[in-house]
Protein backbone atom coordinates (compact mmCIF):
# COMPACT_ATOMS: atom_id res chain seq x y z
CA UNK A 1 0.00 0.00 0.00
CA UNK A 2 0.96 3.80 -0.29
CA UNK A 3 2.11 5.68 2.96
CA UNK A 4 -0.45 7.67 4.33
CA UNK A 5 1.39 9.67 7.05
CA UNK A 6 4.69 10.74 5.16
CA UNK A 7 5.35 13.27 2.59
CA UNK A 8 6.77 11.59 -0.68
CA UNK A 9 9.12 14.41 -1.72
CA UNK A 10 11.58 15.76 0.28
CA UNK A 11 13.74 18.43 0.26
CA UNK A 12 17.55 17.50 2.08
CA UNK A 13 21.08 18.90 2.46
CA UNK A 14 23.83 16.77 1.94
CA UNK A 15 27.37 17.22 3.21
CA UNK A 16 29.28 17.59 -0.64
CA UNK A 17 26.09 17.89 -2.42
CA UNK A 18 23.92 20.75 -1.09
CA UNK A 19 20.36 20.63 -1.33
CA UNK A 20 18.68 17.48 -3.38
CA UNK A 21 15.64 16.57 -3.63
CA UNK A 22 14.45 12.96 -3.05
CA UNK A 23 10.81 12.11 -4.61
CA UNK A 24 9.23 9.06 -5.95
CA UNK A 25 10.51 7.97 -9.85
CA UNK A 26 8.61 9.14 -12.80
CA UNK A 27 8.03 7.58 -16.00
CA UNK A 28 9.45 10.99 -17.69
CA UNK A 29 12.39 10.64 -15.80
CA UNK A 30 13.65 7.97 -18.61
CA UNK A 31 16.08 9.96 -20.55
CA UNK A 32 17.80 10.70 -17.44
CA UNK A 33 17.61 7.53 -16.21
CA UNK A 34 19.90 6.81 -19.09
CA UNK A 35 22.32 9.49 -18.35
CA UNK A 36 22.18 8.08 -14.74
CA UNK A 37 23.71 4.65 -16.44
CA UNK A 38 26.41 6.14 -18.43
CA UNK A 39 27.75 7.52 -15.36
CA UNK A 40 27.40 4.20 -13.49
CA UNK A 41 31.18 1.90 -13.10
CA UNK A 42 31.42 -1.80 -14.02
CA UNK A 43 31.88 -2.69 -10.52
CA UNK A 44 29.08 -0.43 -9.22
CA UNK A 45 26.84 -2.30 -11.62
CA UNK A 46 28.15 -5.36 -10.38
CA UNK A 47 27.87 -5.12 -6.27
CA UNK A 48 24.06 -4.19 -7.35
CA UNK A 49 23.26 -7.19 -9.95
CA UNK A 50 25.56 -9.33 -9.13
CA UNK A 51 26.49 -9.81 -12.47
CA UNK A 52 28.02 -7.28 -15.34
CA UNK A 53 25.10 -5.34 -17.14
CA UNK A 54 25.55 -3.60 -20.40
CA UNK A 55 24.44 -0.28 -20.54
CA UNK A 56 22.28 -0.86 -23.39
CA UNK A 57 20.78 -3.80 -21.09
CA UNK A 58 20.16 -1.57 -18.31
CA UNK A 59 18.92 1.58 -20.58
CA UNK A 60 16.67 -0.27 -23.09
CA UNK A 61 13.35 1.43 -23.33
CA UNK A 62 11.12 -1.56 -22.07
CA UNK A 63 13.43 -2.01 -18.66
CA UNK A 64 13.49 1.56 -18.20
CA UNK A 65 9.63 2.49 -18.64
CA UNK A 66 9.22 -0.54 -15.97
CA UNK A 67 11.72 0.59 -13.92
CA UNK A 68 9.96 4.40 -14.53
CA UNK A 69 6.93 3.10 -13.17
CA UNK A 70 5.68 2.86 -9.43
CA UNK A 71 3.14 -0.01 -8.60
CA UNK A 72 1.79 -1.61 -5.65
CA UNK A 73 4.91 -4.36 -5.51
CA UNK A 74 7.56 -1.93 -6.55
CA UNK A 75 8.18 1.29 -5.62
CA UNK A 76 11.41 3.57 -6.25
CA UNK A 77 12.64 7.10 -5.50
CA UNK A 78 15.38 8.80 -6.55
CA UNK A 79 17.75 11.55 -5.09
CA UNK A 80 18.05 14.41 -7.47
CA UNK A 81 20.29 17.32 -8.10
CA UNK A 82 17.96 20.16 -8.52
CA UNK A 83 18.86 22.70 -12.01
CA UNK A 84 20.90 25.30 -11.48
CA UNK A 85 21.59 28.35 -13.39
CA UNK A 86 24.17 26.18 -15.54
CA UNK A 87 23.57 22.79 -15.08
CA UNK A 88 20.19 20.55 -15.80
CA UNK A 89 18.84 18.38 -13.33
CA UNK A 90 20.54 15.42 -12.28
CA UNK A 91 19.62 11.76 -10.84
CA UNK A 92 22.15 10.73 -8.47
CA UNK A 93 21.11 7.97 -6.89
CA UNK A 94 17.72 5.32 -7.38
CA UNK A 95 16.45 3.03 -4.46
CA UNK A 96 13.46 0.63 -4.70
CA UNK A 97 11.39 -1.12 -2.44
CA UNK A 98 9.96 -4.29 -3.50
CA UNK A 99 6.75 -6.25 -1.86
CA UNK A 100 8.20 -9.83 -1.40
CA UNK A 101 5.58 -12.97 -0.93
CA UNK A 102 5.54 -12.28 2.70
CA UNK A 103 2.83 -10.02 3.06
CA UNK A 104 5.17 -7.66 5.71
CA UNK A 105 8.54 -8.35 4.33
CA UNK A 106 9.98 -5.95 1.65
CA UNK A 107 13.44 -6.00 -0.18
CA UNK A 108 15.57 -2.91 -0.88
CA UNK A 109 18.37 -1.82 -3.77
CA UNK A 110 19.79 1.18 -4.27
CA UNK A 111 22.47 2.37 -6.82
CA UNK A 112 24.82 5.75 -7.25
CA UNK A 113 26.50 7.17 -9.59
CA UNK A 114 30.25 6.65 -8.72
CA UNK A 115 31.33 10.57 -8.80
CA UNK A 116 28.45 11.10 -6.20
CA UNK A 117 29.12 8.16 -3.96
CA UNK A 118 30.10 10.09 -0.89
CA UNK A 119 28.60 7.96 2.50
CA UNK A 120 26.52 10.84 2.89
CA UNK A 121 24.49 10.38 -0.42
CA UNK A 122 23.76 6.49 0.84
CA UNK A 123 22.83 7.10 3.87
CA UNK A 124 20.48 9.67 3.17
CA UNK A 125 19.18 6.84 0.26
CA UNK A 126 18.90 4.01 2.42
CA UNK A 127 17.55 6.25 5.95
CA UNK A 128 14.43 7.34 3.11
CA UNK A 129 13.60 3.95 2.24
CA UNK A 130 13.30 2.74 5.84
CA UNK A 131 11.37 5.71 6.64
CA UNK A 132 9.10 4.36 3.40
CA UNK A 133 9.05 1.23 4.31
CA UNK A 134 7.34 2.01 7.97
CA UNK A 135 5.28 4.42 6.31
CA UNK A 136 3.78 1.29 3.55
CA UNK A 137 3.48 -0.95 6.43
CA UNK A 138 6.32 -3.09 6.46
CA UNK A 139 7.22 -4.61 9.58
CA UNK A 140 10.94 -5.98 8.11
CA UNK A 141 13.08 -4.71 5.47
CA UNK A 142 15.57 -7.06 4.06
CA UNK A 143 18.48 -7.03 1.19
CA UNK A 144 20.94 -8.59 -0.24
CA UNK A 145 24.53 -7.35 -1.13
CA UNK A 146 27.86 -8.52 -1.61
CA UNK A 147 30.60 -9.46 0.57
CA UNK A 148 32.58 -7.35 -1.21
CA UNK A 149 30.25 -4.02 -0.65
CA UNK A 150 32.02 -2.74 2.14
CA UNK A 151 30.42 0.77 2.02
CA UNK A 152 26.71 -0.20 2.04
CA UNK A 153 27.92 -3.13 4.96
CA UNK A 154 28.82 -0.62 7.00
CA UNK A 155 26.05 1.78 6.33
CA UNK A 156 23.22 -1.14 6.87
CA UNK A 157 25.03 -1.97 10.30
CA UNK A 158 25.38 1.80 11.13
CA UNK A 159 21.46 2.01 10.66
CA UNK A 160 21.02 -1.12 12.73
CA UNK A 161 20.67 -4.06 10.00
CA UNK A 162 21.40 -7.50 11.20
CA UNK A 163 23.85 -8.97 9.11
CA UNK A 164 24.11 -12.75 7.90
CA UNK A 165 26.97 -14.13 5.82
CA UNK A 166 25.14 -16.89 2.96
CA UNK A 167 28.53 -18.71 2.58
CA UNK A 168 27.55 -20.19 -0.59
CA UNK A 169 27.24 -17.16 -2.73
CA UNK A 170 29.54 -15.06 -0.79
CA UNK A 171 26.54 -12.63 0.26
CA UNK A 172 25.18 -10.82 2.97
CA UNK A 173 21.32 -10.57 3.70
CA UNK A 174 21.10 -7.53 6.08
CA UNK A 175 17.54 -7.60 7.99
CA UNK A 176 16.20 -4.73 9.91
CA UNK A 177 12.92 -4.72 12.22
CA UNK A 178 11.09 -1.63 11.60
Known sequence: GRPRRINLDQIVAVKGHGKLNIRPIRLEDEQEMIRFHERISEESIYMRYFEYLGLDRRTSHERLVRICTNTPDSYAIVVE??????RPAAILAVGRLTQTSEPYVATFDTLMIDE????????????????????????????ELLVADHDTLNLCRAL???????????????????
Open 81 to 86: RPAALH
Open 116 to 143: EKAPQLGKVLLNRLVKLAHAFGFQILTG
Open 160 to 178: GFSLETLLQDCVVRVTLDL
